[in-house]
């Protein structure tokens, strides 16, 4: 008499609807035609966007589980240019290296999420970088080895935002939990600037209040998104209303020790590993 061994449920598999987002398993036609599906938006749109992609239980305890560690969490607040330099004025008051930009959040750092949080056992999963590594078209990817930036919640109250700012990396991966009673919202520009042109004047409009070519992004709660924010200028509006705006930043990078320097370290989190 023989017996079978069923396959053994991935860590994470009450977190995301494997029917519907299969990523672990990466031989099957359905995996292969949404990495496809995911390259197509990135291509179109800058930005792929999986909606749905945490369960509704995993959602509802992430929210919990922000609102718990919320005093815990570190409350940054700091002016800054696009560009995360120092303010240059040479070209004058309105180039774009001189306006200066507002961003508040609070920060929960990796090492103060559980263990058991869905979205931590689904962010040390190797599928998911399995995934995130074909959608990107990367020849590998590496979870960052951070203790405190590699995966955070973030958590925007009253009167906090993210201004306007191009990334310093290539691309970032997000999952939204809860959107805030009024603003909160993400407004992107694709393309804005490329690798040779950092085409000031565009940058220059949009800081200025002209906003043709800026699209704003709707993301439901349990959404995962992969977005291209090196040359797509970028920002998260003022929340307003007692109900907070509640993400989590997944980090990944081509090295296996990628970490930040100590000085961002407390920038970020108010503290160094």
């Not at 240019?81 to 508040?104: C, I, W």
């Not at 797509?232 to 990628?258: D, F, K, Q």
Request: proline share 7%; net charge negative; charged share 20%.
């Amino acid at each position: 008499m023989t017996t079978t061994t069923r396959p053994q449920a991935p860590q994470y598999d009450d977190v995301i609807d494997l029917e519907r987002y299969p990523i672990h398993d990466g031989a099957s036609s359905k995996y292969q035609a949404l990495v496809q599906g995911c390259q197509d938006q990135l291509r179109d749109r800058g930005v792929a966007q999986l909606d749905g992609f945490l369960a509704p239980a995993a959602v509802g305890e992430m929210v919990a589980l922000a609102g718990r560690l919320a005093a815990q969490a570190w409350a940054s607040d700091q002016t800054h240019t696009v560009y995360f330099e120092r303010p240059d004025d040479s070209a004058g008051p309105d180039h774009p290296r001189a306006l200066l930009q507002h961003s508040a959040k609070k920060a929960v750092a990796y090492d103060q999420i559980p263990a058991a949080a869905p979205i931590r056992r689904l962010y040390e999963s190797d599928d998911l970088t399995a995934f995130i590594t074909a959608v990107l078209g990367k020849p590998v990817l590496y979870r960052s080895a951070d203790p405190l930036d590699a995966l955070e919640i973030a958590i925007f109250d009253e009167g906090d935002e993210l201004g306007w700012h191009f990334d310093n990396s290539e691309f970032s991966v997000t999952v939204m939990y809860a959107q805030s009673e009024a603003g909160g919202h993400f407004d992107y520009y694709p393309a804005l600037r490329t690798e040779h042109d950092d085409n000031y004047p565009g940058v220059q409009d949009v800081l200025l209040g002209r906003p043709d070519g800026v699209i704003r992004l709707a993301a439901s709660p349990g959404t995962l998104a992969v977005f291209r924010g090196q040359h797509a200028l970028h920002r998260v509006t003022p929340v307003s209303g007692p109900r907070p705006r509640i993400n989590s930043v997944l980090t990944y990078g081509e090295h296996p020790a990628m970490k930040l320097n100590e000085l961002t370290q407390k920038l970020f989190y108010g503290r160094t590993a």
